[in-house]
């Protein structure tokens, strides 16, 4: 598949795309008919050998390994360094909490973090008496942007975590995650990075960035099955990082070394093929990079023909797949409501207050004609 031009599966096999220009990837993506088809057919094998049959058990088993193999093909590092979850929150949440916190410490995030993020930091932080640290990261680039989350780190000698986004929910902007996870070793400071908007959009090599932490969902930007998402933590961290929940799961793994001990019982088992399947069909439609690739052609087509029609777009943007934008005197809420009436999917973000359109592989240019269309339509 190496140095192929990204090649999506016909519309056809998206039936969430039939009849629509969908921009709302990094809320929810679609899934692929193969995918469907695959949770299914998971379904009816379930209900055919079991539901409860020790084949089913070792095919429970299976179903687990096979979806860590994939992650670790997919985002580097070892299958047993990841963890399955039912969505980027939860995997954050094994971090939060599965530290040896002591009363004092600080813990530091970045003044973008999606607002199920800032609420799990917050409650951590009251119930532990620690102390929260914020970084602005919206209005900083490069050097500047790293010199200041230095700063803060440094601050008061007693961080531990660091939690950001590796790309922001609400302009798109990347951090950068190799200098950041430098910078945090350096300092004896964990970082966890959200990967909710950067999983299936930039090339990724947990390993190589030497990632302490990552955290990712299923159902955006992979375009798999709600109900899905994994953490990854490195290797050398899984020793240190305590299971807070426990069940069956970890009592039938608990005492191996792997990040097994964080799943906790029973979920949706069949869900993991959609999972598989969704992340086949990407990797048939080209290497993460060509996909990358289209995705920055189409995103820089949407910004420059937004620009050209007095719409301003947010600072940020250019590198990931999201792209914000303000429409002028107009209300943003039901401007999401008015383009969906004419099949063009996007969404509101409240801070700042804008629109944000979600630029996937699967968007093709006619998608975002359709959409500056409808803006401008509007203007
Ligand atoms: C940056 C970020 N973090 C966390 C979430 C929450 O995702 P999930 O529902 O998979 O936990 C989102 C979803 O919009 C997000 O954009």
């Known amino acids: 598949m190496k140095n192929k031009a990204a090649q999506s599966l016909p519309a056809k096999h998206y039936p969430g795309l039939a009849g629509k220009a969908y921009f709302n990837f990094g809320g929810q993506g679609v899934m692929s008919q193969p995918s469907l088809d695959a949770i299914f057919e998971a379904y009816q094998y379930v209900q055919r050998e079991g539901p409860f049959s020790s084949k089913m058990f070792s095919w429970i088993g299976q179903q687990l390994n096979d979806t860590k193999e994939l992650f670790a093909a997919v985002f580097g590092g070892s299958a047993h360094c990841f963890a399955l979850t039912q969505n980027v929150t939860e995997a954050v949440n094994i971090v939060l909490w599965g530290l040896n916190w002591q009363a004092g410490d600080s813990i530091m995030i970045t003044d973008c973090e999606h607002p199920g993020v800032v609420d799990a930091v917050n409650n951590l932080v009251r119930r532990l008496k620690l102390n929260l640290i914020e970084v602005a990261v919206q209005s900083l680039d490069g050097q500047e942007l790293v010199d200041s989350i230095e700063k803060q780190i440094s601050k008061d000698g ?29 300092y004896g400071v964990l970082a966890l990075a959200d990967g909710a908007q950067s999983a299936g959009v930039l090339p990724l090599s947990l390993r190589d960035y030497d990632s302490d932490f990552y955290a990712f969902t299923g ?20 020793g240190k990082l ?26 949706s088992f069949p869900l993991l093929a959609g999972l598989r399947t969704a992340l086949k069909c990407h990797q048939e439609a080209g290497d993460d990079r060509s996909r990358y690739v289209k995705i920055m052609a189409n995103l820089n087509y949407l910004k420059s023909s937004l620009e050209e029609l007095g719409v301003q777009t947010v600072a940020g943007a250019g590198a990931s797949g999201l792209l914000s934008f303000k429409v002028p005197g107009k209300n943003h809420n039901q401007l999401v409501t008015d383009l969906e009436s004419d099949g063009v ?35």
Request: with cysteine; proline share 5%; net charge positive.
């Open 158 to 186: 007693r961080t531990r975590l660091f939690v950001f986004s590796h790309v922001l929910w609400n302009s798109g902007k990347v951090l950068p995650l190799k200098e950041i996870n430098n910078l945090c070793r350096q």
């Open 219 to 238: 159902q955006k930007w992979l375009c798999g099955p709600e109900g899905t998402g994994a953490l990854y933590v490195k290797e050398s961290l899984l």
């Open 242 to 267: 305590e299971p807070t929940y426990m069940g069956w799961r970890h009592h039938l793994h608990g005492s191996e070394r792997g990040a097994e001990k964080y799943e906790i019982a029973t979920s």
């Open 345 to 379: 999917y996007v969404r509101s973000i409240p801070e700042p207050d804008c629109l944000r359109a979600s630029i996937h592989y699967l968007t093709e240019s006619d998608d975002v004609d359709r959409l500056l269309a409808a803006v401008k339509k509007r203007l």
